[in-house]
C-alpha cells in the first residue's frame, strides 16, 4: 500500500516516489514523526506557526516559511525556495510541532537556513522532478565510470538532483583529499548541469542508501537516528563483548551505533564493582581478578601462582574483603567467601532402556566379521557324507 502521498497508477501501484508498496523501507516513511497534535486545536487568538518540515530525497528534512500562508497538510508537494531556481520536496509536519523540532536541532526562524515555500507543486512541477529523479541511477553509473578512469581513490555513493534540474548534488566518500577539479569539468560536459559535490562520512553513507542489519530490522541510520555519536572500543570493553571487528563494525565499516544504547546502564552497574585491578590480601597469598560478570553481580579471583583455580565472590563480599584489608583485619582465604553454587549433575537416561550413549564409541571389527562369513559359506558347499558305518 502507498502512503498519502502517492497516487496510484496502473495495476494498483502508486506513482510518485516509485516505491511500489515498501513506503516503510524506503522514502516515503524514513525518518518520520508522528504528529500527535493534529487532532487539537488552537486556542482562540492563538495564530498556527507559519513553518513547515519538508523532506527531500533520502530522508534530508529542512525547515521552511509558509510566508505565502497557504493551506498545508502533510504529503502535500510543494515548491520552495532554492540557491537558484527551485526544489520539489513533501512536507511532513506542519502545526506546533515544528516549533518544537526546529528548538530541539537549534534552528532560528529569523535566520538565513530557513528559506520560503513559493506554492504548492504543479503537475509541471512535478513531472520534471521526476523525469530527472529517473536520471539519478543511470548517471550515477557514468559518474561512477568517469572517476574509475580518472583514477580518483573516492566512491560517488548517490545523486540528488534539484527539482528544477538547475542543479546536481554528487554525494562520495573518501579518504583522503581528492582533487576534483578535472573531474568537475567532465562532469559537466556531460550531465549538462551545475555541479555540486558533497563529501559524507561512512555513516552518512550507509544512512542514504539503507540495508538490513545483523539484527534482521532495518538500519537504524535509515529509519529514525540522526545523531551520529562517536563509538569506541570502550563501548564493547564496558560490555564484556569480545574485540571481534567482523561482530562489531557495521554496513558502514564502523563500530555498530547500537553498542552505545546500553552503555549507560552498563557504566551504573559498574559503579557497585572494585576496580578490576584492585588485589585481596588473605593469609594464603594475594589474589588477582580473572573476571567479572556484571548481570550476576559476580567477580571471579585467583592467587597469584595458582591461576587456574578461580573462586566466585559476589560484590558484596568483595567489599568486605577490602575493607577488612583496609583496616588491617586478617583474611583468611578466598575459600570462605565463595558464592555457594549447587551443583547439578546432569546424566543421560535412556527412555526406552535398550539404546547406549557408547554404542557407536567402539568400531566393529569388519575382518572378524568377514571370516565369520566365509566359513558359513565354505561349510554350506562341503558334500554331505551319507555312509553308514558297518
Given at each position: 500500500?502507498?502512503?498519502?502521498?502517492?497516487?496510484?497508477?496502473?495495476?494498483?501501484?502508486?506513482?510518485?516516489?516509485?516505491?511500489?508498496?515498501?513506503?516503510?523501507?524506503?522514502?516515503?516513511?524514513?525518518?518520520?514523526?508522528?504528529?500527535?497534535?493534529?487532532?487539537?486545536?488552537?486556542?482562540?487568538?492563538?495564530?498556527?506557526?507559519?513553518?513547515?518540515?519538508?523532506?527531500?530525497?533520502?530522508?534530508?528534512?529542512?525547515?521552511?516559511?509558509?510566508?505565502?500562508?497557504?493551506?498545508?497538510?502533510?504529503?502535500?508537494?510543494?515548491?520552495?525556495?532554492?540557491?537558484?531556481?527551485?526544489?520539489?520536496?513533501?512536507?511532513?509536519?506542519?502545526?506546533?510541532?515544528?516549533?518544537?523540532?526546529?528548538?530541539?536541532?537549534?534552528?532560528?526562524?529569523?535566520?538565513?537556513?530557513?528559506?520560503?515555500?513559493?506554492?504548492?507543486?504543479?503537475?509541471?512541477?512535478?513531472?520534471?522532478?521526476?523525469?530527472?529523479?529517473?536520471?539519478?541511477?543511470?548517471?550515477?553509473?557514468?559518474?561512477?565510470?568517469?572517476?574509475?578512469?580518472?583514477?580518483?581513490?573516492?566512491?560517488?555513493?548517490?545523486?540528488?538532483?534539484?527539482?528544477?534540474?538547475?542543479?546536481?548534488?554528487?554525494?562520495?566518500?573518501?579518504?583522503?583529499?581528492?582533487?576534483?577539479?578535472?573531474?568537475?569539468?567532465?562532469?559537466?560536459?556531460?550531465?549538462?548541469?551545475?555541479?555540486?559535490?558533497?563529501?559524507?562520512?561512512?555513516?552518512?553513507?550507509?544512512?542514504?542508501?539503507?540495508?538490513?542489519?545483523?539484527?534482521?530490522?532495518?538500519?537504524?541510520?535509515?529509519?529514525?537516528?540522526?545523531?551520529?555519536?562517536?563509538?569506541?572500543?570502550?563501548?564493547?570493553?564496558?560490555?564484556?563483548?569480545?574485540?571481534?571487528?567482523?561482530?562489531?563494525?557495521?554496513?558502514?565499516?564502523?563500530?555498530?551505533?547500537?553498542?552505545?544504547?546500553?552503555?549507560?546502564?552498563?557504566?551504573?552497574?559498574?559503579?557497585?564493582?572494585?576496580?578490576?585491578?584492585?588485589?585481596?590480601?588473605?593469609?594464603?597469598?594475594?589474589?588477582?581478578?580473572?573476571?567479572?560478570?556484571?548481570?550476576?553481580?559476580?567477580?571471579?579471583?585467583?592467587?597469584?601462582?595458582?591461576?587456574?583455580?578461580?573462586?566466585?565472590?559476589?560484590?558484596?563480599?568483595?567489599?568486605?574483603?577490602?575493607?577488612?584489608?583496609?583496616?588491617?583485619?586478617?583474611?583468611?582465604?578466598?575459600?570462605?567467601?565463595?558464592?555457594?553454587?549447587?551443583?547439578?549433575?546432569?546424566?543421560?537416561?535412556?527412555?526406552?532402556?535398550?539404546?547406549?550413549?557408547?554404542?557407536?564409541?567402539?568400531?566393529?571389527?569388519?575382518?572378524n566379521n568377514n571370516k565369520r562369513r566365509r566359513n558359513k559359506r565354505q561349510k554350506s558347499k562341503r558334500p554331505k557324507n551319507n555312509s553308514q558305518k558297518k
Open positions: 500500500m502507498a502512503c498519502g502521498s502517492c497516487s496510484t497508477g496502473k495495476d494498483g501501484q502508486p506513482k510518485g516516489c516509485k516505491n511500489n508498496g515498501t513506503c516503510g523501507s524506503d522514502g516515503c516513511n524514513k525518518l518520520t514523526v508522528f504528529d500527535w497534535l493534529s487532532n487539537m486545536e488552537l486556542p482562540q487568538g492563538v495564530a498556527p506557526f507559519n513553518y513547515v518540515e519538508v523532506r527531500f530525497k533520502n530522508g534530508r528534512k529542512l525547515f521552511f516559511e509558509n510566508s505565502e500562508h497557504l493551506t498545508l497538510s502533510i504529503g502535500d508537494v510543494v515548491a520552495t525556495e532554492a540557491d537558484s531556481g527551485h526544489d520539489i520536496g513533501i512536507v511532513t509536519l506542519t502545526g506546533e510541532l515544528v516549533k518544537v523540532q526546529m528548538r530541539k536541532k537549534k534552528v532560528r526562524t529569523n535566520s538565513d537556513e530557513v528559506k520560503k515555500i513559493y506554492r504548492k507543486a504543479s503537475q509541471k512541477d512535478i513531472d520534471i522532478w521526476q523525469d530527472y529523479r529517473a536520471k539519478e541511477d543511470p548517471f550515477k553509473v557514468k559518474a561512477r565510470q568517469i572517476a574509475i578512469r580518472l583514477k580518483l581513490k573516492m566512491k560517488i555513493s548517490d545523486i540528488e538532483f534539484q527539482g528544477d534540474g538547475s542543479k546536481a548534488t554528487f554525494y562520495y566518500t573518501a579518504e583522503e583529499r581528492v582533487d576534483f577539479r578535472q573531474l568537475i569539468k567532465e562532469f559537466a560536459q556531460e550531465f549538462r548541469t551545475r555541479i555540486e559535490m558533497r563529501q559524507i562520512g561512512f555513516r552518512q553513507e550507509a544512512s542514504r542508501l539503507g540495508g538490513i542489519g545483523s539484527c534482521g530490522r532495518e538500519l537504524c541510520c535509515s529509519t529514525w537516528l540522526t545523531d551520529f555519536r562517536s563509538v569506541t572500543t570502550s563501548a564493547a570493553r564496558y560490555q564484556q563483548l569480545s574485540l571481534n571487528p567482523l561482530k562489531l563494525a557495521g554496513q558502514c565499516g564502523k563500530l555498530k551505533c547500537c553498542l552505545n544504547y546500553e552503555l549507560d546502564s552498563y557504566l551504573d552497574a559498574l559503579n557497585n564493582f572494585p576496580k578490576q585491578d584492585t588485589k585481596l590480601f588473605t593469609e594464603k597469598g594475594k589474589a588477582v581478578c580473572q573476571k567479572i560478570d556484571i548481570f550476576k553481580g559476580s567477580m571471579w579471583f585467583a592467587y597469584e601462582g595458582e591461576w587456574m583455580n578461580w573462586f566466585e565472590l559476589s560484590t558484596d563480599r568483595v567489599h568486605q574483603i577490602i575493607e577488612a584489608n583496609k583496616k588491617r583485619e586478617p583474611v583468611a582465604s578466598l575459600e570462605d567467601y565463595v558464592v555457594e553454587t549447587a551443583s547439578e549433575i546432569n546424566t543421560f537416561k535412556d527412555s526406552v532402556g535398550e539404546d547406549s550413549l557408547t554404542r557407536f564409541d567402539k568400531p566393529k571389527n569388519k575382518r
